[in-house]
């Protein structure tokens, strides 16, 4: 089985969907990850390029998940600058391969690199995969106008997943884990788990 991710940043896949990778990759998936923002200058004062790049780094080394990151072009500041044209869609096309299933964001999340990285990847993604799900997931998921439909369990997985959530600490502290784990915890209740992930279907094969 084949997957592959489109998420915009590094962390979003840790955040979103990591413990449900886990899960495939357990059972022999393959799992590519495409990020669409690459690490460039940060607003945090915590955070710099260098460090996101060595936090990616070491949560691939552990994930083993395949990474491609899209060579972002950038604003004279070295703020990213992802926009839907024509030269975008030609360069990002070349990182998605034919896969069982993608898994985008939300195309009614509330940042917008997020809903930039759905417009560019689904149609791309439509004669490609075979399924097509966007993430649900904290703290993106508060505004969505969206609603989940499919509850995956990542009991077994879930240690795995904050081992992901650790590596990005100039982001991801012990407050928003907590949240993360909270919200895993409030959707297994909907299949009488410990953990689970939620995503939406926006694509099934028949």
Known sequence: MKIVVVSAHPDDLEMSCSGYLFKLQEQG???????????????RNNRSQSQVESELEASYNLSKFDLRVFDTPLHANGRPNLVADNNTMTQLSKLLDRCDLAIVPCATDYHQDHRSTFQLSYPLLLNRAREIWSTHSVPYCYYNQAHSDITADISTQWTKKKQLLDCYSSYIDQSLVQKIEQSNQYWAGRINTQYAEQFQTVTRSV
């Not at 998936?29 to 607003?43: D, G, L, N």
């Open 29 to 43: 998936a393959h799992i590519t990850s495409v990020i669409t923002i690459k690490p460039s200058a940060e607003v």
